[in-house]
């Protein structure tokens, strides 16, 4: 079972409508669902890290990012083994899959310049994070 199955977003307005695009311009709440919960991204996500990415596509619309991952509620957190702290578990983390070299650096560019300062990168995917309580800044190879 392929939990990790990342989620495209569409720009066409038919797609966008009532609560999944609350204040967002390009992306849609419900790419950040659990994969158990319809609604939990909209629910559950804090809204800075959605809105950091937001922002990116916003100035850059060719850049259009695959997310593995958003909010994850306990049955699934404990099925992905993440730890209880991991800030998936409250929704201020994003796992984004990017196989091009160009595009990761690219994406790392951005969200140093908004200011993410806790940024895991691995040649499949990038992660981030606005959860600087439990753990400061820092930049993961994986």
Known sequence: MDILKPREFSKKKEFREGKDIEGLTYLTW????????????????????????DDIIREHPH??????????????GDLL?????????????????????KKRMFLIKNLIIRGVDRIAV???YIEFDTDNYLKGEALYVR
């Open 30 to 53: 419900n790419a950040f669902d659990s994969y158990d919960s319809e609604g939990s991204g909209f629910r559950y996500m804090e809204r800075e890290v959605v809105l950091i990415l």
């Open 63 to 76: 850049f259009r990012p695959q997310i593995e991952l958003g909010y994850a509620s306990k049955k699934i």
């Open 81 to 101: 083994g993440l730890p209880t702290s991991s800030p998936y578990r409250v929704g201020k983390g994003i796992r984004i899959r990017i196989l091009n070299p």
């Open 122 to 124: 691995n040649e499949k």
